[in-house]
């Protein structure tokens, strides 16, 4: 870009939540001290900053702290060593030579990096993407939306409540709903299983009576100005609407939880490849996408269920990216990691058989008394047994590269 002078860094980090926090953290103490976090909200923190219920940070710290509180703990160190960060400034492009231009408040600035880091978290579906026929009233929110609302600016959005979708989001707005005073009258899920963690449903759902409609969704939307209420339909095992199943909710407001997708578009911009299923980056066991030196985590990478697994993700990436600023290349990553359809997805998709690599992933749909498998040419190599493996759950399966005989793929699978 003509006129603006090119800054030069070691790292760029674009997104400050607690993927980019991590990061930064385990870079400036792997002695990477010429990095900066850009960050497009006025404060650091992530999608953290609105989810004031507790339950964070069981894994990481052995305590339960809520969202701003476990944010906190990174801040505070980014803080504490002096890492640069600027908020208040959005990544507008990032390029697969690695430069890098944000809008900021002293206005369009551009750095030239030697590894840019992708941890932009992720979004959530709206009414857009479910395509729900009917009116186009108020009162239909994202279940983030409506979190947003209450817990950052005081607002209450509901009164009457109806909530699509059993994602975690959704039913913690329905115990914070009804703890200020909303009146959630159900749950509806459209799949046969639950998509949340099971200790949302039993604190969230089941201590607060309210009930849970599996294989249900809502299809028809009534309201002019504000939302009346709603059309809930029995489905099928195509997921198809049952004629004649139609039941009327009468309701001021309809949240939806309906899953959430990775934040890409820089990614692609930059010629990132993406992998259909998670929607985020192709990433090796470095974490580094198909173009070198860009590297991805976080909920961008793929969706996580604790935000504990994120922060130990970024710390992985970040070893993984300060050998890489040091020493130029990591080792290569020939190994494809294949599933069949009872998986849903691993990350890393490619892996090196040198190093000890944990596979995260998640499995297609409920499984009782199960192996995870990971076979190389028909030689287990490593195995876990579950009593319940759900889609809900994350699961880290180790590969110890001892295990692994020349550079064939890994297909992972389950057999119960
Ligand atoms: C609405 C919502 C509510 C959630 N509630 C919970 C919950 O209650 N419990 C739980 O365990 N998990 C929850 N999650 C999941 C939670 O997002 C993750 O556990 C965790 O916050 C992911 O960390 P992250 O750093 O990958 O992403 P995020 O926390 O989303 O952080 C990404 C950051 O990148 C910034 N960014 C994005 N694009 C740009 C750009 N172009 N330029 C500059 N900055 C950019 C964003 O502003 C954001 O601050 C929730 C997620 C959402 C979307």
């Known amino acids: 870009m003509e006129g603006i002078k090119i800054e030069k860094v070691d790292v760029v980090i674009v997104g400050g939540g607690p993927a980019g926090l991590a990061a930064a953290i385990k870079l400036y103490e792997k002695g990477i001290r010429n990095l900066l976090i850009i960050e497009r909200e006025k404060q650091l923190g992530g999608i953290l900053r609105q989810c004031i219920h507790d339950g964070f940070g069981l894994t990481r710290f052995k305590e339960t702290l809520s969202g701003p509180e ?165 489905v099928d095992g195509h997921m198809k609407p049952i004629p004649g199943t139609e039941r009327e909710y009468s309701c001021d407001t309809l949240i939806l939880s309906v899953g959430l997708l990775p934040e890409n578009e820089l990614s692609l911009d930059a010629g990132v490849c993406l992998d259909e299923r998670t929607r985020g980056a192709v990433v090796d066991e470095h974490f580094q996408t198909n173009v070198e030196g860009i590297f991805a985590a976080g909920n961008v990478l793929h969706v996580h269920d604790l935000v504990d697994f994120v922060s130990l993700e970024a710390e992985k990436l970040a070893e993984a990216a300060a050998s890489y600023i040091k020493d130029g290349k990591l080792a290569p990553c020939p190994i494809h990691v294949r599933t069949d359809r009872s998986i849903n997805h691993t990350v890393p998709q490619q892996i090196s058989g040198t190093g000890k690599v944990s596979l995260s992933l998640r499995v297609s749909r409920p499984f009782e008394n199960c192996r995870i498998v990971v076979r190389q040419d028909d030689m287990l190599v490593a195995e876990k047994k579950m009593k319940k493996a759900i889609p809900a759950e994350m699961i880290q399966l180790p590969i110890c590269p001892e295990k692994l005989a020349g550079h064939s793929d890994l297909e992972v699978s389950v057999e119960c």
Not at 82 to 101: F, H, M, Q, R
Not at 180 to 192: C, K, L, N
């Open 70 to 234: 476990y944010a906190k703990r990174f801040i505070d160190q980014v803080e504490a060593r002096g890492i640069p960060y600027l908020t208040d400034a959005a990544v507008l492009e990032v390029t697969g030579s690695k430069v890098v231009t944000a809008a900021t408040r002293e206005g369009l600035r551009q750095w030239q990096a030697k590894a840019v880091i992708l941890t932009m978290g992720c979004r959530e579906r709206t009414r857009g993407a479910l395509g729900i026929p009917g009116e186009r009233p108020t009162g239909v929110f994202t279940a983030g939306v409506a979190q947003a609302y209450i817990n950052l600016y005081n607002r209450m959005p509901a009164r009457e409540v109806v909530i699509l979708g059993s994602g975690d989001i959704g039913m913690i707005m329905a115990r914070r709903l009804t703890l200020e005073g909303a009146h959630v009258q159900a749950v509806f899920e459209i799949q046969p299983y639950p998509s949340g963690l099971p200790r949302n449903i039993e604190q969230c759902l089941h201590d607060y009576g309210i009930p849970l409609y599996l294989s249900h969704t809502v299809t028809a939307i009534h309201g002019r100005e504000r939302l009346t209420g709603v059309t809930v339909s029995k």
